[in-house]
Nanobody, 126 residues
């Protein structure tokens, strides 16, 4: 079982930055690949980025490449999403998710992840 709590969302102007954090419970955090998803009003939840249990491998959706960076600190049981050059279209509720993996596989579907946080709102004004 993994309990996830996101933080760090807020209101920012276009071009600004935010760093989201997701704190996880449990002693086996490094055995979980972690992902960030987002959901804008009236839209489906979409994949943003994922990172392997050890943190050595990452994958970002094309719209996030060069602007967003996923990372993790297993000593702190925390995964981060650094978001730079934010755009109004990045406005959404951002969720972190966990998937227990024995071997790293890039997973981008919502159904691939077993555990979810409650989400944190990010609003980018133009």
């Amino acid at each position: 079982q993994v309990h996830l709590v996101e933080s760090g969302g807020g209101l920012v102007q276009a071009g600004g930055s935010l760093r989201l954090s997701c704190a996880a419970s449990g002693r086996t955090f490094s055995r979980y690949a972690m992902g960030w998803f987002r959901q804008a009003p009236g839209k489906e939840r979409e994949f943003v980025a994922t990172i392997s249990g050890g943190g050595g491998m990452t994958y970002h959706v094309d719209s996030a490449k060069g602007r967003f960076t996923i990372s993790r600190d297993n000593a702190k049981n925390t995964v981060y999403l650094q978001m730079n050059s934010l755009k109004p279209e990045d406005t959404a509720v951002y969720y972190c998710a966990a998937d227990r993996q024995l071997r790293w596989v890039v997973k981008t579907r919502r159904d691939d992840y077993n555990y979810w946080g409650q989400g944190t709102q990010v609003t980018v004004s133009s």
